[in-house]
């Protein structure tokens, strides 16, 4: 599987530790980053990683800010991407199953690295479940057309 990843400067500590799990899992690992906790945008990071997904060029996303939700807000401006803030395991198992989730936003300020590497391996190992989700995913897409956004990053 390939994965993107990308954090901003709140984000940076704990990604470089979860890149450490991505590649136990032999995940094949892109690092879009930051490189620093010197202070940066977190738009700037999260859109290469949505845009990424979105173009098929990575199977899934993985977006560390200070919260996970400014990382989150971006990933999900970007057709086709649907992204959830995970913090438990219970969620990430059901975003997995229901929402079919190709982006995965955590808060290094919420949450400590064993809790973190615990969410990202159940992220990434649980599939969809498909049957009476599809039809809300589809709805999602309609969404998605009603605002103009039906060609979205693959059409461009
Ligand atoms: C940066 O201070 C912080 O705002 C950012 O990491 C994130 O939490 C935004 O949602």
């Given at each position: 599987m390939r994965?993107?990843?990308a954090a901003d400067h709140g984000?940076?500590?704990l990604k470089e530790q979860m890149k450490n799990v991505l590649k136990e899992l032999n995940m094949e690992v892109h690092d879009f980053g930051t490189d620093s906790?010197?202070?940066?945008?977190y738009p700037d990071y999260g859109i290469k990683v949505a845009e990424g997904v979105a173009k098929g060029d990575f199977d899934r996303g993985i977006l560390i800010c200070g919260t996970g939700l400014g990382m989150s807000i971006v990933?999900?401006?970007v057709p086709g991407v649907r992204c959830a803030v995970v913090h438990d395991c219970f969620s990430a198992k059901a975003t997995r199953e229901?929402?079919?989730t190709n982006v995965l936003a955590m808060g290094a300020r919420v949450i400590g690295p064993g809790l973190a590497e615990e969410i990202v391996r159940i992220w990434l190992t649980t599939e969809f479940a498909g049957g009476r989700h599809e039809q809300r995913l589809d709805k999602i897409r309609l969404i998605e057309e009603k605002y103009g956004q039906e060609?979205?990053?693959r059409g461009c």
């Open positions: 994965v993107a990843i984000g940076y500590a906790e010197q202070s940066v945008d990933a999900n401006k229901h929402n079919d060609e979205g990053v």
